[in-house]
């Protein structure tokens, strides 16, 4: 307060004031969270990965099957299989959950390459040509 409020005049005056100064000290409020937040970015990103290691997507039910397996089988039986009962527990846990995740993220990509591995060829090696497309 600047003044003594002699009138009412004065209050309103003193009013419109205090209210600017309001809406000017909530700006700067929500400036500095914006700051913080995009300090934060990378403290973010960085719980975000450690957190992938630690839930598992189980949205794709026979690719993260199939990962799980292979998982196992490599990293268990061939990678770790000289290490101690807790880190063969621990590292394939571990990624299959991080792999899950990139799964999930991929899964069109991971889907189309499966098919094109798996689909149907001839004794050459290529894809086999069905009659009507071989006429055109």
Same mark, same amino acid.
Request: charged fraction near 35%.
């Given at each position: 307060?600047?003044?003594?409020?002699?009138?009412?005049?004065?209050?309103? +005056?003193? =009013?419109?004031?205090?209210?600017? %100064?309001?809406?000017?000290? *909530?700006?700067?409020? &929500? #400036?500095?969270?914006?700051?913080?937040?995009? +300090?934060? =970015?990378?403290?973010?990103?960085? %719980?975000?990965?450690?957190? *992938?290691?630690?839930? &598992? #997507?189980?949205?794709?039910?026979?690719?993260?099957?199939?990962?799980?397996?292979?998982?196992?089988?490599?990293?268990?039986?061939?990678?770790?299989?000289?290490?101690?009962?807790?880190?063969?527990?621990?590292?394939?846990?571990?990624?299959?959950?991080?792999?899950?995740?990139?799964?999930?993220?991929?899964?069109?990509?991971?889907?189309?390459?499966?098919?094109?591995?798996?689909?149907?060829?001839?004794?050459?090696?290529?894809?086999?040509?069905?009659?009507?497309?071989?006429?055109?």
């Amino acid at each position: 307060m600047t003044k003594q409020i002699k009138t009412y005049k004065d209050l309103l +005056e003193e =009013k419109d004031r205090l209210e600017s %100064l309001l809406k000017q000290q *909530k700006q700067i409020v &929500r #400036d500095d969270l914006k700051q913080m937040g995009e +300090e934060l =970015k990378p403290v973010k990103s960085a %719980l975000d990965t450690a957190g *992938k290691f630690f839930t &598992r #997507d189980n949205h794709n039910l026979l690719l993260n099957a199939g990962a799980n397996t292979l998982i196992d089988i490599f990293i268990k039986r061939f990678i770790l299989s000289k290490t101690g009962w807790f880190t063969r527990l621990v590292v394939p846990f571990l990624v299959k959950n991080y792999s899950s995740h990139i799964i999930s993220d991929k899964k069109g990509t991971l889907i189309k390459k499966l098919f094109a591995w798996v689909g149907k060829k001839n004794a050459n090696g290529h894809e086999k040509v069905h009659k009507e497309e071989e006429k055109d």
